[in-house]
């Protein structure tokens, strides 16, 4: 079975709706127009690389953007997201 983007927006619209101050919040680089990869063939111009911000759910596998959370639940969150020292001394500590 074959998702579409209707059916992959619903889902992240679902998983959305059972996050809060719980959630787990990582970050990664990528594209700031397109924060979930959906547009292999982004034009140039939005190809613009930034630190994006993604939380989910306790239990839940689907990473949704901050972009999507409302703004008092992406408030709580920014102040659990990991600092981009702490990414790199994870990364060093398990080499």
Known sequence: MTCTD???SHIRKQA???IDHTAEVT???????????DYPNLPEEYRCVGRLYFARAPGDE???????LPQEVRN???AKAPSIVEFWADVFSNA
Request: charged share 20%; net charge negative.
């Open 16 to 18: 959305a709706l059972k």
């Open 6 to 8: 209707d059916d992959i």
């Open 76 to 78: 709580v969150l920014y």
């Open 27 to 37: 970050w990664w680089y990528g594209y700031s127009a397109d924060p979930y990869d």
């Open 62 to 68: 689907t990473w949704v953007s901050f972009y999507d």
